[in-house]
């Protein structure tokens, strides 16, 4: 009898919460609580503190960098080249060499992966670094920069295109691979399409796998072109300027953003 009659009375109790369920709409008995927080209206984001904290930010680094003025290393490459679009986080030099043409490009991007690597990871590759490579011995180790993936891209007038993926770090080009294209026009493509054409083409072997002569005879023929000790020294000079300018930039547009 107890039995009975404490079911009655649950089966009563759940009833009218089933009955109330019943006739609210699917949607809204299906929609996520943590959507149904997000639709609802909330008080206006003042958004004063955090558009000081970037003016600060942004007068710090006014300060501390001339930007304004062009650095003397960058005026020195300008006759060969440089395409700086602003906001591009790439830069391309260009240069002619008798009937060649060679476009080297690198990203900034690649200053904050570093920056995001491990202290200790970091450390490891700074020992490792200048083990072997294109151009002059290797800095000190209290001296170690970032290291830059460059992609240099030579063509001929006759056709044809060949493309070298290197790093560029303290003064020196250390090459991984060398890819060969019968149409130049597919090794300069920058579009996705390009990308996509690119995977599917056999890339050559890896650099160090060649013949250590053919390895030095390729040395050879690049700093013959420019790519060399000099060139390794500069594009992490480049990338830094280019990262700051765009850091102000960036500080600029949405501090701008924000007070809008």
Known sequence: MLSRTLCRAATAAVRPALARAAVRPAAARALPSTLRTFSTSFARFEPTALSTKLGEELQFERDNADLAAEPDFLAAFKAE????????????????FGSEQIRLIFSISDLDAEQDLPEAFQDEEAADAGSGGLGDEAVGASETSFPLETSITITKPSGGAMTIDAIAQDGLFTINNIAFYPDADLALGMSSEDDWKRQGLYMGPAFDNLDEGVQSEFETYLEERGVNSALALFIPDLAEWKEQKEYVRWLEGTKTFLEQ
């Open 81 to 96: 080249g440089v395409v700086d679009e602003e906001g591009s986080d790439e830069i391309v030099l260009t240069r002619t």
